[in-house]
């Protein structure tokens, strides 16, 4: 597919002023052209690089599992299975996707299941037969359809299967610009509305201890302290729907530590965080 000229105009324009070492004004041209258009995939990527440098989501993705290695984990949206490529090798993995990409676990070191089916789907139908409602999960990553609804859903429902001392890492729960944080996609880079997530967790579920990661391209929760006996969220799952389905994106945007309780991009400093909870 031919990008867009402002696409590529933003790319020469960045590159230009990155090899000057000038990424005040790297940033700057970035933003002028998205200003013009909102549909430039390469000037939103090279974006939250500059915004989120660092490890990027896939980086810490491997650091986790090296580092919990979790005897059973779960995934949600395995797409191609570029992210299941990082488990270790004595890890069950349970992966779930409705319209996977070729063989997603070609490449998992790991000894695993692929459901192709919905979320939804799976739980209602087919977790018994994966063996989650027996072992339990040690680490999930739910990475699938990212409508705030949908990965409300999907936490509430890995939650009540989550072996002590699990984690869940939520991914495109730091939007990047209001174009590409609604509810309905109408661009190429796109994260979807998946960061309602955070505050809704944060208000309703006190008991949990999360932080997300300021990683490119558009941040990563790190959730611990679940309760599967929890029913908070499911009794008020309509209501939670209605409440933050007009949640606007722009202050989540423009002032991310005051919504998402900002980490930091550094395995040293996630290492603490996480001994300190145990």
Excluded at 92 to 106: C, F, R, T
Excluded at 136 to 155: K, M, P, Q, Y
Excluded at 225 to 237: C, H, K
Aim: a neutral charge; aromatic letters at 8%.
């Amino acid at each position: 597919m031919t990008p867009h000229p402002l696409d590529t105009a933003a790319m020469r324009h960045y590159r230009r002023w990155m090899a000057k070492g000038n990424r005040v004004q790297a940033e700057t041209s970035l933003r002028r052209m998205l200003a013009r258009e909102a549909n430039l995939p390469a000037a939103h990527s090279a974006l939250a690089r500059l915004r989120w440098p660092g490890p990027d989501y896939r980086a810490w993705l491997a650091w986790l599992h090296r580092q919990l290695a979790p005897r059973v984990y779960v995934e949600i949206g395995v797409e191609s299975g570029a992210s299941l490529a990082l488990v270790q090798p004595d890890t069950q993995v349970i992966a779930i996707d409705p319209e996977p990409v070729g063989n997603p676990l070609h490449a998992c070191p790991g000894v695993g299941q692929l459901f192709a089916q919905t979320s939804a789907a799976f739980f209602a139908q087919s977790c018994a037969t994966s063996g989650l409602s027996h072992t339990g999960f040690n680490l999930a990553f739910i990475d699938g359809d990212h409508r705030f609804e949908s990965v409300l859903d999907d936490f509430i429902a890995l939650e009540r299967h989550a072996a002590p001392g699990a984690v869940v890492l939520l991914h495109d729960t730091l939007p990047l610009t209001e174009s590409t944080s609604g509810g309905e996609r109408h661009t190429g880079f796109y994260s979807g509305d998946a960061w309602k997530v955070v505050p809704c967790l944060r208000a309703l579920r006190p008991d949990l201890r999360l932080t997300t990661l300021p990683t490119a391209p558009t941040g990563l929760t790190v959730i611990t302290g679940l309760d599967p006996s929890s029913r908070v969220l499911d009794t008020r799952r309509a209501l939670i729907h209605q409440v933050y389905a007009r949640l606007p994106s722009a202050h989540a945007v423009a002032h991310p530590h005051t919504l998402f309780n900002l980490g930091e991009n550094d395995p040293a400093w996630l290492a603490r965080w996480l001994a300190h909870g145990q």
